[in-house]
């Protein structure tokens, strides 16, 4: 078999596009590649997901139980209360096969900007440096809300 390496004979349409139409369409298949990656992970972590839930209600389950016939130490009641209240299902919790797998494969953040673009950015008076907003600003925000 030989391997046609000439684009006019490969795929001829393409020359008609523009350079940006042919980008924007290599982006929109590198994330549809990524969201099949992402739900192939999903999937082999849906058994992985399904164990860990089984074991953390065996955990409350276990403790709840320890707790109601009085053997759970104080330290441990302590630790799965919030205040007075025991609830041990705030510190313990179930996870889904989305939570195990990172969401930064579908959605890659924009790269930061360097030290050196910074000060390139600053001296052609593009760039505008995020403030942290004051305890009164917020104050005054959350009062406007």
Do not use: C, W
């Not at 089984?54 to 919030?82: C, D, Q, Y």
């Not at 919790?93 to 939570?99: A, D």
């Amino acid at each position: 078999m030989v391997a046609i390496d000439d684009i006019h004979k490969l795929a001829p349409d393409l020359l008609k596009k523009s350079k940006a139409q042919l980008e924007r369409e290599i982006t929109e298949r590198q994330m549809a590649m990524a969201e099949i990656e992402r739900a192939e992970m999903i999937k082999a972590k849906e058994s992985v997901a399904a164990e860990i839930n089984r074991h953390v209600e065996m955990a409350l389950e276990g403790v709840k139980f320890l707790k109601a016939n009085g053997h759970l130490p104080e330290r441990i009641i302590t630790a799965f209360s919030r205040g007075e209240v025991f609830n041990p299902t705030s510190f313990l919790k179930t996870v889904t096969p989305e939570s195990l797998v990172s969401a930064t494969l579908a959605k890659p953040r924009a790269p930061r900007m360097t030290k050196a673009e910074r000060e390139a950015a600053i001296a052609a008076g593009t760039y505008k440096p995020r403030r942290r907003r004051t305890k009164a600003e917020m104050e005054a925000a959350r009062k406007a809300s």
